[in-house]
C-alpha cells in the first residue's frame, strides 16, 4: 500500500510549471507596479488605465491630483487607477487639424418627425 510516485509526480510537475510561468511573474509585475507608483513624483508624466494622460500635480496616501492634458484640467484619481509613467516620447502629440475646402454648400435635411398627443394616448389605454 505505499503511495507509487508515477501518480504524484504528473501532480508535482504541473504545480511547479504554475508557479514558475504564472505565478512568480505575476507576483514580480506586482510589485514593479507598487514601486513605480510608490516612487512618482510631482511634475511626472502618467498615463491612466481609462487611457487618460496627465501630469501629477499631487500626491496623497491614496489619491493623486493630476493635471490632464491637454486642457490641463485637474482631476483626482486613485493611485492604483495609474498604469505607468511616460516620458515626453511616449505621450501623442496633438496633431493640427487639416479641413479640406468644400466646393459646394452642404446639403441639410431635417429629420421628419410625428408630434404625439398626450392626451389621445391617455384615453386609449
Known amino acids: 500500500m505505499g503511495i507509487d510516485l508515477t501518480m504524484i509526480l504528473p501532480l508535482v510537475l504541473v504545480l511547479v510549471f504554475f508557479y514558475f510561468f504564472i505565478i512568480r511573474p505575476q507576483n514580480k509585475q506586482q510589485k514593479e507596479i507598487k514601486e513605480m507608483r510608490t516612487n512618482m513624483k510631482p511634475g511626472d508624466e502618467i498615463l491612466t488605465i481609462g487611457g487618460f494622460y496627465g501630469i501629477v500635480y499631487a500626491i496623497g496616501e491614496e489619491n493623486v491630483t493630476i493635471e490632464l492634458l491637454p486642457d490641463y484640467n485637474k482631476a483626482l484619481?486613485?493611485?492604483?487607477?495609474?498604469?505607468?509613467?511616460?516620458?515626453?516620447?511616449?505621450?501623442?502629440?496633438?496633431?493640427?487639424?487639416v479641413f479640406e475646402?468644400?466646393?459646394e454648400e452642404p446639403t441639410v435635411v431635417d429629420a421628419e418627425y410625428e408630434e404625439?398627443?398626450?392626451?389621445?394616448?391617455?384615453?386609449?389605454?
Open 77 to 97: 484619481i486613485t493611485k492604483a487607477a495609474i498604469s505607468k509613467i511616460v516620458s515626453v516620447g511616449d505621450a501623442p502629440e496633438a496633431e493640427e487639424e
Open 101 to 103: 475646402e468644400l466646393d
Open 116 to 125: 404625439i398627443d398626450d392626451e389621445n394616448s391617455k384615453t386609449n389605454k
